[in-house]
């Protein structure tokens, strides 16, 4: 079957080699404490993998294309870095890579919407992975509506990161009122939000949000929030055109089971549960017409 990962990060070799020090030179403390986190095992919550071995982790695991994410960066600066650099990504791979852009509201209108077109003149593709609870600008906030305005005439679809109201705590964890990506799907009908780690579940909670045609959603960290279950619940309410398949590569999503973070396990569990071509790649594929 066909595999597209819509949701996976990657990082600058700078950021690699040292991506604490690297993260407070940049002030961007909640990347600090994420990148030094660790399991009780010991093992770190996540890797940084190059280039190079991202692509031999999507051969191993039978990974088409990888869409590549920015994280919700707390500076613009940081942004404009992550940018250039899945810029040169998509140059160098096209036909393994496609990458989302990524910014900070808070930098105001202009900047954002001049990092856009630079970023769209670049090859990019989309807008995410934002947080706005967690980068500090509020869904209505003027600077954020001329990213989403943008995004539109763009056609950029917008994955934002979204967390469930009942999962369990856990370092790091943001609140993302689920009533937010609500008003923004209303607000913004001309923008596709796709709503990271299965929208929260927002889908199963509230029967609207499956009635609205902008609304998608990811299946990033799935394992590390919910059952193999999820996949049939989920499904068996909501279009399999509205899921997109996403690992959230390079986090270790079976810490109990593999040392090192794969795509290929998470591939077996979606397919296992009967996850259709359209989940695997087809939707992400016709929306970005990647062919």
């Known amino acids: 079957m066909r595999v597209i990962d819509c949701h996976v990060h990657l990082y ?21 404490a994420m990148c030094t986190r660790q399991r009780k095992s010991g093992r770190p919550v996540q890797r ?8 031999r982790k999507m051969d191993r695991a039978g990974v088409e294309r990888a869409v590549l994410l920015g ?32 910014v900070q509201p808070r930098g105001g209108a202009a900047a954002t919407t001049v990092e856009m077109r630079r970023a769209h003149a670049e090859g990019l593709s989309g807008l995410g ?8 600008y509020a869904i209505d906030d003027p600077a954020f509506a001329a990213a989403l305005a943008l995004a539109g005439q763009f056609r950029w679809p917008v994955n934002l990161h979204v967390t469930d109201p009942n999962i369990r705590d856990y370092p790091g ?3 993302t009122p689920l009533a937010d990506f609500m008003t923004l799907a209303r607000a913004w009908p001309q923008v596709d939000f796709v709503l990271a780690h299965w929208g929260g579940l927002l889908p199963l909670r509230d029967p609207l949000a499956r009635d609205l045609p902008n609304l998608f959603f ?22 399999a ?27 077996t569990e979606a397919t296992a549960a009967g996850a259709p071509a359209a989940v695997m790649a087809e939707n992400v594929a016709r929306r970005l017409a990647l062919g």
């Open 241 to 267: 055109e509205k899921v997109w398949f996403g690992s959230d590569f390079p986090l270790n999503n079976y810490p109990k089971l593999d040392a090192e973070p794969s795509m290929r396990r998470l591939i």
């Open 173 to 175: 964890r943001v609140e």
């Open 48 to 55: 940084f993998p190059g280039v190079d071995e991202l692509l």
């Open 218 to 239: 990811d299946t990033a960290a799935s394992p590390l929030l919910y059952d193999s279950s999820v996949w049939s619940r989920f499904l068996a309410q909501v279009p």
């Open 71 to 102: 994280w919700y960066w707390l500076y613009a600066t940081t942004c404009r870095e992550q940018n250039a650099f899945f810029a040169e990504c998509v140059r160098v791979h096209p036909d393994r890579l496609t990458a989302f852009a990524t």
């Open 12 to 32: 600058p070799p700078e950021t690699n080699s040292a991506p604490a020090a690297w993260g407070s030179i940049r002030g961007e403390n909640d990347w600090v």
């Open 129 to 136: 992975e934002l947080c706005p609870q967690a980068q500090g």
